[in-house]
């Protein structure tokens, strides 16, 4: 947001110190209230109102502090979102990034603990990413903002607890490429998000 002015963050929740596991903590006071937009509960609007703006040449980063209740705006995302450039001949961009959290573990019931990320990988025109690490956490963030057509970034809840070292500069990483975590030879173990270290703690 301090490269690019056309960068802003919009959702519930985004003034708050806590309500987005802590994430957005210190933007309002740096960038003000015209760039991170704190919004009445109606996910359909809101990301209605990004996928607009990306449209016109922003670059909105739509937050849903529970993925659950994406499936308001699924209109927004799937009919509209990913479709445009398919539908314009590749000479339209819709440059938003659909930021979605897992809350699992909070005894919050079902309906807000689900994990999404196979319903939208099998949309055409989506990007999904899902980091497991501080590291992947900015640089697939910088890059999902950066990316000319829409992205959707899903943080498990229990991810903001991992440790790791983070840049200052700013950098990418590659939307698409997977890492290997630990070579073996015997089983592969493919996983994303906080399963990345389920997955090395069952590979050792």
């Known amino acids: 947001m301090g490269q690019d002015k056309s960068a802003f963050l919009i959702g519930q929740g985004v003034k708050s110190p806590w309500y987005v596991g802590n994430t957005a903590r210190g933007l309002l006071e740096r960038f003000g209230s015209e760039r991170v ?3 009445p509960v109606s ?10 703006a990306a449209l016109v040449g922003m670059r909105p980063v739509v937050v849903h502090p529970r993925v659950d209740f994406m499936m308001y705006a699924l209109d927004p995302i799937i009919n ?3 479709n445009w450039h398919y539908m314009f001949g590749g000479k339209l961009s819709v440059p938003v990034v659909i930021w979605g959290i897992i809350n699992r573990g909070g005894e919050q019931a079902a309906q807000h603990s689900q ?4 319903l939208f990988a099998h949309i055409p025109g989506l990007k999904v990413v899902m980091p497991s690490t501080p590291y992947d956490a900015k640089g697939l963030m910088i890059a999902a903002i950066r ?4 992205v959707v970034y899903l943080d498990d809840r229990w991810s903001y607890e991992i440790e790791g070292e983070v840049p200052e500069e700013i950098y990418e990483v590659p939307i698409g490429k997977a890492v290997i975590r630990k070579e073996g030879e015997d089983v592969t173990l493919v996983a994303a998000s906080y399963m990345v270290h389920n997955a090395l703690h069952a590979a050792e």
């Open 37 to 39: 937009i704190d919004t």
């Open 43 to 52: 996910e359909n609007a809101v990301t209605g109102s990004a996928v607009g």
């Open 80 to 82: 509209e979102a990913a």
């Open 115 to 118: 994990a999404l990320h196979a």
């Open 147 to 150: 990316d000319d057509n829409p």
